[in-house]
């Protein structure tokens, strides 16, 4: 089995560990620079970027995490956690960072003060064959990517609307991100999407490993 990490310093901890451990992954909790050693995959959760940021260098997890995530480890963020994985933030706060390793523009709160919090049912492209259909997904506060490189996947627009067209959801090699909280309301596919990830890694690099000996 994998283990998946999720960033246990601020926001959403609770929904992304059972979405994981339902799908079969050991899910553990990241708090200290050495549980970042121990893990296969990571989940970057909602809450608030600035507050993540700055707990993150407290915590001095920011070295190992960037290290981690240049190294190829799967990382998924949710809202706060697409900031967090963005390389380009627009309205950030003066001094606020993020790990980077998406090849992305995003801004935060894109969706504006009036627009708190919106559900919508979008297009989503998956690359599990067993799933398909329109993903429900809950925005709060949540950011939107501005601009992507040449080398992202988009998997969802927002559908309708004032911000129709909008990149909420993307993909880069490893790497993840929703705009959105699929861990709201027990959709377990974009979890599922992400756990492929992280198994088929694994099973890449334990082949890398062993390959000297099978000769
Ligand atoms: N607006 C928040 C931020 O900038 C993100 C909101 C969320 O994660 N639900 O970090």
Redesign the pocket.
């Known amino acids: 089995t994998v283990r998946i990490g999720v960033l246990a310093v601020q926001?959403d901890v609770r929904e992304h560990l059972a979405a994981l451990t339902a799908l079969g992954a050991e899910a553990v909790t990241v708090r200290r620079p050495s549980e970042v050693e121990q893990i296969d995959g990571l989940v970057i959760p909602?809450?608030?970027?600035?507050v993540m940021d700055k707990l993150v260098r407290a915590f001095e997890l920011r070295e190992p995490l960037v290290r981690r995530i240049a190294e190829g480890m799967p990382a998924y963020g949710s809202?706060?956690g697409m900031?967090m994985l963005a390389d380009r933030i627009v309205d950030a706060r003066p001094d606020q960072q993020t790990l980077g390793g998406l090849d992305v523009t995003v801004r935060?709160?894109a969706f504006g003060r009036q627009v708190d919090s919106f559900e919508q049912d979008l297009e989503y492209v998956w690359s599990d064959p067993d799933s398909s259909g329109t993903v429900h997904a809950v925005f709060?506060?949540?950011?939107w990517v501005e601009e992507a490189g040449a080398d992202v996947q988009v998997l969802a627009r927002v559908s309708e609307g004032a911000a129709a067209g909008r990149i909420v959801a993307v993909r880069q090699g490893n790497l993840m991100a929703t705009s959105f909280?699929p861990e709201v309301g027990g959709d377990r596919r974009i979890h599922a999407e992400f756990v492929s990830i992280v198994r088929a890694h694994r099973l890449q690099q334990s082949g890398a490993s062993q390959s000297p000996e099978r000769e």
Not at 46 to 50: A, D, F, K, W, Y
């Open positions: 926001g909602g809450g608030e970027s600035t809202c706060a900031i935060r709160n709060i506060r949540a950011p909280h």
